[in-house]
């Protein structure tokens, strides 16, 4: 069965930094382009980052630009969410998100199909 695992979601204080993972089980990440998003409550879920099959080319939402690096680490099948000088309101559940993806194609995607659990991330002091 495919999956995404996600771990290292917790509570941060405002500045602090974590570090998200998103685990492959049951297929190769790196056929694969892979993005991260969040809700938080009373809130539509919102695109944050991917990195396409391609090259690793990484997008970002202009929120977290120069404060989250996306990356992925094939050998250890997990693509990781970086994230540093966390604020109040990157308060949310953190989701990765799987695409297959031709290998060329430096693009995000526009729909995924396959997502992790979700793991929350608290930043509050």
């Known amino acids: 069965q495919l999956q995404l695992v996600q771990s290292g979601g917790g509570l941060v204080q405002p500045g602090g930094s974590l570090r998200l993972s998103c685990a492959a089980a049951?297929?190769?990440?790196?056929?694969?382009?892979i993005g991260w998003f969040r809700q938080a409550p009373g809130k539509e879920r919102e695109w944050v980052s991917c990195?396409?099959?391609?090259?690793?080319?990484?997008y970002y939402t202009d929120s977290v630009k120069g404060r989250f690096t996306i990356s992925r680490d094939n050998d250890m099948n997990t693509v990781y969410l970086q994230m540093n000088s966390l604020r109040p309101e990157d308060t949310a559940v953190y989701y990765c998100?799987?695409?297959?993806?031709?290998?060329?194609?430096?693009?995000?995607?526009?729909?995924?199909?396959?997502w992790g659990p979700g793991t929350q991330v608290t930043v509050s002091s």
């Open positions: 990195i396409s099959r391609g090259n690793g080319r990484t």
């Open positions: 998100a799987s695409k297959a993806a031709r290998l060329y194609d430096t693009n995000c995607p526009t729909t995924y199909d396959y």
């Open positions: 049951g297929f190769a990440l790196d056929g694969y382009a």
